[in-house]
């Protein structure tokens, strides 16, 4: 059990275009969704908690503007980086909060690269 | 929250016992201890979590002292599968917003 997949696992776009990654819980229902970027050699740094039918919030220096956050199910939250800049590379992980056992449960990741 | 202080880097042998003890000395009364396996491009894995003594499971240990203040985490006869970033980390008790920050975490290199 406490499955978290994220779609697509890689992906590699133009400069300026968006990028919508998705978050899913396969087999529990989250409430809470926290969205991390980690790049090579470096720790996750969270970026945003994502809360099922309200408002995203957001870390220090995190532009909500340019990553927006959507939790419309308590399965499902999607992370879209907005007019991507070659700085935006990164590797982008997901977890899922399990109520029940108040634990974090983290996705594969998916890398995006911008070209 | 909570800051966690870990070791850099760790070396071990294949079958040997590897303690890896974390320091969190600001911890609050509803946070629990959480460690954390990450592999190159995966994402973190979760190993064990405990809020005080020890807890065990089939994969590892985990010891509390009363104080709390620190953590260790224990992984009986490693592998070379097991040369991995661990990560200790503290919050996401109840009534917490569940935030967990990550610190720097510890690689273990497992050798031959």
């Known amino acids: 059990g406490a499955v978290v997949s994220q779609h697509p696992s890689w992906v590699i776009c133009k400069s300026g275009t968006s990028v919508k990654i998705e978050c899913r819980s396969l087999d529990f229902q989250a409430t809470t969704m926290f969205w991390y970027r980690q790049f090579p050699k470096q720790s996750l740094m969270l970026m945003a908690t994502?809360?099922?039918?309200?408002?995203?919030?957001?870390e220090q220096g995190v532009e909500k503007d340019k990553f927006l956050i959507n939790h419309a199910s308590l399965t499902l939250s999607t992370l879209t980086v907005t007019s991507a800049h070659p700085e935006d590379s990164s590797f982008y992980i997901c977890?899922?909060?399990?109520?029940?056992?108040?634990?974090?449960?983290f996705g594969p990741g998916t890398r995006l690269l911008v070209l | 929250l909570a800051k966690t202080t870990q070791p850099i880097s760790m070396d071990s042998y294949e079958g040997q016992e590897v303690n890896i003890t974390c320091s969190h000395n600001n911890i609050a009364t509803n946070d629990y201890i959480t460690w954390y396996q990450q592999f190159p491009s995966q994402g973190p894995r979760f190993i064990i979590q405990?809020?005080?003594t020890k807890v065990t499971n089939e994969v590892a240990s985990l010891f509390i002292p009363a104080d709390r203040k620190s953590s260790t985490l224990s992984l009986p006869r490693v592998s070379l599968s097991d040369t991995a970033v661990y990560y200790c980390l503290v919050g996401d008790g109840s009534g917490n917003t569940g935030k967990l920050i990550f610190g720097q975490g510890t690689t273990l290199q497992v050798k031959p």
């Open positions: 994502s809360n099922e039918g309200s408002k995203a919030t957001y």
């Open positions: 977890s899922a909060r399990r109520e029940v056992e108040e634990t974090q449960y």
């Open positions: 405990g809020y005080k």
